[in-house]
Nanobody
Framework: QVQLVESGGGLVQAGGSLRLSCAAS????????MGWYRQAPGKQRELVAT???????RYTDSVKGRFTISRDTARNTVYLQMNSLKPEDTAVYYC??????????WGQGTQVTVSS
């Protein structure tokens, strides 16, 4: 059974950095796209960044220039480097992976809290 395990969340001051990781296990599978989403209290889950199998990336406007998504295909892992964090980045962050011919899988979520 496919399982995604996230790590790297925590509490950081505004202007600080965090690196999130999400590793998939339970294969075999082929991973197409990978992405990070977030959900703040009282708000809908929103897309933060995605990366394709060809390493093309896309970001929501509010994180452009501050966040970087990357992937390690051999390790079935996706990362989100978050710099210059702002209090409005506070949310639960979820990773998602599109498994070829299997479907989408989500991580359990990791809390990111940015204090002002």
């Amino acid at each position: 059974q496919v399982q995604l395990v996230e790590s790297g969340g925590g509490l950081v001051q505004a202007g600080g950095s965090l690196r999130l990781s999400c590793a998939a296990s339970g294969g075999p599978y082929v991973i197409n796209g990978m992405g990070w989403y977030r959900q703040a209290p009282g708000k809908q889950r929103e897309l933060v960044a995605t990366i394709t199998s060809g390493a093309s990336t896309r970001y929501t406007d509010s994180v452009k220039g501050r966040f970087t998504i990357s992937r390690d295909t051999a390790r079935n892992t996706v990362y989100l480097q978050m710099n210059s964090l702002k209090p409005e980045d506070t949310a639960v962050y979820y990773c998602k992976m599109d498994m070829y011919k299997i479907g989408d899988y989500w991580g359990q979520g990791t809390q990111v809290t940015v204090s002002s």
